[in-house]
């Protein structure tokens, strides 16, 4: 039996698709433990994990907010580090002795799950739920330019952070070569026809496509009854709203009419 740590941000986003991974190891024998707050704990031990809990610095954040905190825009990077570091430091105080076999590091906590691997000097598999990147096409690079936001190693308060924490883990890393690792094995939740550079991926990803299981948590979802805006097509449009948000704040849906 093996034992494995998933490392993960606590956004639902990012764990659920890993949930009927983690069932099928636990399934399998293995031990399987994983970085978690009170909003994923229940999924978590459901599914057979061991929680590794960490108090989240993004969870009641407001994006609005820690967007407009400063003048360099290094605020929000900033936020993630420390996101890292609490992810870090839980997993550290959860295993102080007995190290597990394997890590498994999702696409949010890349630094503490390098960070984890060269401590425990272990394998190391990242996971994605969403888009894949590897040396040549970045997703997060994607969106931050698409944004139109500065890159963060352009930085200096991002950079120096960065720097500092991979000196504190005795890492030779430089910050570049951490913040573009890639990792030999790869395991992505979106299939291959899907991807942005779908094409271009070698054989380090695996493009596992979704891994659905049993999500009777998330409830029975049934279209209201009445409530459906006058449209020309036969069905609904159900969307969802976010933490920051609700259907009332949103406002009336808009209404679709055909055209001659």
Do not use: K
């Amino acid at each position: 039996m093996s034992h494995i740590l998933f490392v993960n941000v606590a956004e639902r986003g990012h764990v659920y698709p890993t949930l009927t991974v983690v069932e099928e190891l636990v399934r399998r024998g293995h031990r399987v433990s994983y970085t978690g707050t009170p909003e994923v704990s229940d999924q978590l031990v459901s599914a057979g994990a061991d929680v590794v809990p960490y108090r989240s610095a993004i969870a009641e954040a407001d994006p609005a907010e820690v967007f407009a905190r400063d003048d360099d825009g290094a605020a929000a990077h900033l936020m993630y580090l420390e996101e890292n570091t609490a992810i870090l430091r839980a997993a550290g105080e959860a295993f102080p002795d007995e190290h597990p076999d394997l890590l498994v590091y999702g696409d949010f906590p890349v630094i503490a799950g390098q960070a984890l691997a060269s401590r425990w000097n272990l394998p190391a598999v990242r996971s994605s739920a969403a888009f894949a990147s590897d040396e040549i096409y970045s997703f997060s690079r994607d969106l931050v330019e698409s944004a139109g936001f500065a890159d963060p190693l352009t930085m200096p308060r991002f950079r120096a952070h960065l720097a500092d924490l991979l000196a504190r883990e005795g890492m030779e890393a430089t910050v570049e070569e951490c913040w573009n690792h890639v990792e030999e094995a790869n395991l992505v939740f979106v299939p291959r026809s899907f991807q942005i550079q779908g094409p271009r991926f070698d054989d380090r990803f695996a493009f596992v496509g979704p891994c659905l299981g049993d999500r009777g948590f998330l409830g029975d979802w049934r279209p209201p009854a009445g409530d459906l805006r006058s449209c020309w097509c036969p069905w609904a449009r159900p969307s969802a709203t976010g933490r920051s948000s609700s259907v009332r704040a949103r406002g009336p849906s808009p209404t679709l009419r055909g055209t001659s």
